[in-house]
């Protein structure tokens, strides 16, 4: 069944170039960028959009990477877009990715890894209306 995902090409990957090499492994992978935009996210809006991992150790870390040089928000449409994703994503530690993936492929470290992707339907969807308004998104 067609669904959709959220993605975002991190500031590790937008600094070194990486976006339409990134943007190729999604496309070749058979999910279509319904909608991407290139910003810069203000702390709070990183802050909130990783609420969920504010009592870890690295959420501060996090947070200044993730807004220490632009990234590239998107939409990704496909069957099973979320799991899909995931798959091409890779492990979060590119020292664990599977061969082929995007983190084994340019990740540089276990938190400067190149690519974000929802875990759920649920979130994918909260993750979406965060960044895009649905006139923004095309399939
Ligand atoms: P994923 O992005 O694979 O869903 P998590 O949701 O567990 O991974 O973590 C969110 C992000 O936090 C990771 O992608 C990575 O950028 C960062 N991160 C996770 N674990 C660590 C860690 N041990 N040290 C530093 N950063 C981390
Ligand atoms: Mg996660």
Redesign the pocket.
Known sequence: MAERTFSII?PDATQRNLTGKVNAVIEDAGLRIVAQRRIQMSRAQAEKF?E??KE???FG??VD?MISAPVVVQVLEGDNAVARY?EV?G???PANAAEGTIRKLYAV?????S???S?SQENAALEIAQFFKAEEIVG
């Open positions: 991190k990783y969920v991992h870890r150790p690295f870390e996090l990477f995931r994503m492990a979060t530690n470290s276990v938190g400067e890894n690519v974000h992707g875990d």
